[in-house]
């Protein structure tokens, strides 16, 4: 048996060409600069080693099924806040 795989071709006009390049160098830039930003914002670096233990130990007592009761959401939002 032979496959034959035949392919389509469209045709759009230069304008609407260039203008996708133009797109997508502009989508691939601010890409990149995002990229950028994210890894900055989550280099452990910037975190003190104090804060990270102290999520070491709420994330580790979470895994156990240890949970976490609250009085009211006055008192949730004052303990999401010191995190």
């Known amino acids: 048996m032979c496959y034959y795989i035949i392919m389509n071709t469209v045709t759009i006009p230069k304008k609407i060409y260039r203008n996708i390049l133009e797109r997508?160098?502009?989508f691939e830039t601010e890409l990149r600069v995002v990229k950028k930003m994210l890894q900055v914002a989550t280099e452990d670096s910037l975190?003190?080693?104090?804060?990270?233990k102290h999520w070491e130990s709420i994330s580790q007592d979470l895994?156990?099924?240890k949970g976490r009761k609250f009085v009211s959401v006055k008192e949730m939002k004052h303990w999401l806040k010191r995190l």
């Open 63 to 65: 895994d156990m099924g």
């Open 24 to 26: 997508q160098k502009t």
């Open 47 to 52: 975190i003190q080693p104090t804060v990270l």
